[in-house]
């Protein structure tokens, strides 16, 4: 790491506690936002209120990813309660972040059974799948494939695992489970009974696409080459996206920097833009509309992933 980049871990030392105000705005914001928008969806209609509600708890999902990271308190217990309410359906916040944090292995970054966030399969792997699933992961790596495709294939192994692995003997996320499918159907019926959003209306219409626009941010933020810091992408996204994701688009600075607040972030690339260019081996995107005009249909690249990077 060059001299002149301060490691993540000390960033706390600089500043006190109190001064993770703008995450504690933001929880706020999250959370009276989707509430406002429960309240408000009878009056709003239904195409107006599932988009709003998509984005708010896309929105909450990326809030999750800055709570299992250390905001905003040096609590991990106040921060779990905190991204607990199960907003956004589909996974437990707590195996969400042992996932996560695994994915934080850089020198690991992409390689299938490795990385719990690789989008790609050895070539071993792809000669046993069946063709429909190759299919999926083809489509997969167009970015409406990743958006279309891409929470039911995630959904679906996710929930898989409920049953295989405590048939397996392995009870290890069971309690997770256990914790927030009650919450999840306590959300469910409360939609139900109090704002009139039916269970299929808030599974469909708003949890779906909220996990779409999370992987839309995913789509490419990673790419297989040989140097870990090569895999990391920088997508210099507008401020919407940007907030929306809470500048996780600056992805090589996350990855360098994990603990480093989302309100730090921008401000520390402009400080050292060329030289995380650099760093990248000029992995830069241009913004998120720029991958939707080249790779909405098109491949970005192939889902198989050769043995020798393996």
């Avoid at 996560?100 to 719990?116: F, K, V």
């Avoid at 996350?254 to 730090?264: A, I």
Wanted: aromatic share 12%; hydrophobic share 45%; proline share 8%.
């Amino acid at each position: 790491m060059p001299a002149h980049i301060v490691p993540s871990r000390h960033w706390r030392d600089e500043l006190p506690i109190e001064h993770e105000w703008p995450t504690w705005l933001l929880i706020a914001a999250v959370y009276a936002g989707w509430f406002a928008a429960v309240a408000l969806a009878q009056r709003l209609g239904a195409l107006p209120s599932a988009i709003l509600l998509a984005l708010i708890v896309c929105w909450y999902g990326s809030l999750q990813h800055e709570l299992l990271h250390g905001h905003p308190t040096r609590s991990a217990r106040l921060n779990r309660l905190l991204g607990l309410a199960p907003l956004a359906v589909w996974f437990p916040y707590d195996l969400y972040r042992a996932s996560h944090l695994r994915h934080h292995r850089d020198p690991l970054l992409t390689l299938p059974g490795e990385d719990p966030e690789s989008n790609y399969v050895t070539e071993t792997d792809w000669a046993r799948l069946a063709t429909p699933l190759r299919w999926t992961y083809l489509a997969r790596r167009t970015l409406l494939g990743r958006a279309l495709v891409g929470p039911a294939f995630a959904i679906a192994l996710t929930w898989r695992d409920i049953v295989a692995q405590p048939r397996r003997g392995d009870w290890s996320e069971t309690m997770s489970w256990l914790e927030h499918l009650p919450l999840l159907a306590l959300l469910l019926w409360a939609l139900d009974r109090y704002a009139g959003i039916s269970p299929l209306f808030y599974l469909a219409a708003v949890a779906y696409p909220a996990l779409s626009l999370t992987l839309v941010r995913s789509f490419y933020e990673h790419r297989p080459a040989d140097t870990p810091a090569h895999r990391i992408c920088l997508n210099e996204a507008n401020w919407a996206w940007r907030l929306l994701f809470l500048n996780n688009n600056y992805h090589l600075v996350h990855h360098e920097q994990p603990s480093l607040p989302w309100y730090r972030i921008p401000a520390v690339y402009r400080a050292r833009r060329d030289e995380y260019i650099a760093k990248s081996g000029g992995f830069l995107l241009p913004g998120y509309g720029a991958l939707w005009c080249r790779f909405a249909w098109r491949r970005v690249d192939s889902p198989v992933l050769p043995e020798a990077r393996s």
